[in-house]
C-alpha cells in the first residue's frame, strides 16, 4: 500500500485536458510543498514533470501544470498528445521521520 | 546532461545480499549539492524510496527496511552503490538510482533500472 493515493488510471481523447490526483495527510502533502510529478515509460528512466508543487522543469511542456489544495495535489495534462500516454507518479517530502521521501502508487494515463 | 546506469546481478537467493552500483556520468558524485538515491518498484506495486548517500558519505534510509541497507560512495569511479542483507521474495523488484537536490527534494534523474529477482 502506498503512502500517497492515486487513481490507478486515467483517460483523455487527444487535445483533451485530464487532471490525476494525489492524496496524502497533513504529514506530507499537506504540510509541505515538495510534490513532485514523475512520467514512466515502462523500460526508460522516469522523468521529472513538476517539483515543488507547481514548478517545470527546463524542457517539460507547459502543458503539464500542477497544483495543490490541502492534502491533495495535482497534475494537469493540457491538449493531450498520445506521447503523453506514460504512468505518473507522485511524490511528496514527509517529516515522519528525519527525512524521508513517500510516493504514490501511480496512475497509468491512456491516450484514446 | 546527467546520466545514471545500474548495473548487478538480476538473481539473489533468499537469505542473501543483494549489491547494486549506479554509474554516474555527465556530474560528479562529489557535487555537495545532491544526495545520491536508490528506489524500487516491486512489480505491480508502486514506487519505494530506499534512501540516500552524500559526497561525505553519510546516509539516511526508509526506516521500514530497517539497518538491512548499506551504501556506499566510490568517488574515484563516479559511482554509488547498495547493499541490501537478508533478502526475501519482497525484495524483488526494478531498482532505480536517481539524483537528489535536497534543496528542492526531488529526483531530478534517473536511470532506467534494473530488475532484481530473488528466488531459490
Known amino acids: 500500500q502506498s503512502a500517497l493515493t492515486q487513481p490507478p488510471s486515467a483517460s483523455g481523447s487527444p487535445g483533451q485536458s485530464v487532471t490525476i490526483s494525489c492524496t496524502g495527510t497533513?504529514?506530507?502533502?499537506?504540510?509541505?510543498?515538495?510534490v513532485s510529478w514523475f512520467q514512466h515509460h515502462p523500460g526508460k528512466a522516469p522523468k521529472l514533470m513538476i517539483y515543488e508543487v507547481n514548478k517545470r522543469p527546463s524542457g517539460v511542456p507547459d502543458r503539464f501544470s500542477g497544483s495543490k489544495s490541502g492534502n491533495t495535489a495535482s497534475l494537469t495534462v493540457s491538449g493531450l498528445q498520445a506521447e503523453d500516454e506514460a504512468d505518473y507518479y507522485c511524490s511528496s517530502y514527509t517529516s515522519s521521520h528525519n527525512f524521508e521521501v513517500v510516493f504514490g502508487g501511480g496512475t497509468k494515463l491512456t491516450v484514446l | 546532461q546527467v546520466q545514471l546506469q545500474e548495473s548487478g546481478p538480476g538473481l539473489v537467493k533468499p537469505s542473501e545480499t543483494l549489491s547494486l552500483t549506479c554509474t554516474v556520468s555527465g556530474g560528479s558524485v562529489s557535487n555537495s549539492n545532491y544526495y545520491w538515491s536508490w528506489i524500487r518498484q516491486p512489480p505491480g506495486k508502486g514506487l519505494e524510496w530506499i534512501g540516500y548517500i552524500y559526497y561525505s558519505g553519510s546516509t539516511n534510509h526508509n526506516p521500514s527496511l530497517k539497518s538491512r541497507v548499506t551504501m556506499t560512495l566510490d568517488t574515484s569511479k563516479n559511482q554509488f552503490s547498495l547493499k541490501l542483507s537478508s533478502v526475501t521474495a519482497a525484495d524483488t523488484a526494478v531498482y532505480f538510482c536517481?539524483?537528489?537536490?535536497?534543496?528542492?527534494?526531488?529526483?531530478?534523474?534517473w536511470g532506467q533500472g534494473t530488475l532484481v529477482t530473488v528466488s531459490s
Open positions: 536517481a539524483r537528489l537536490p535536497p534543496a528542492t527534494v526531488t529526483f531530478d534523474y
Open positions: 497533513s504529514s506530507d502533502v499537506g504540510a509541505y510543498n515538495y
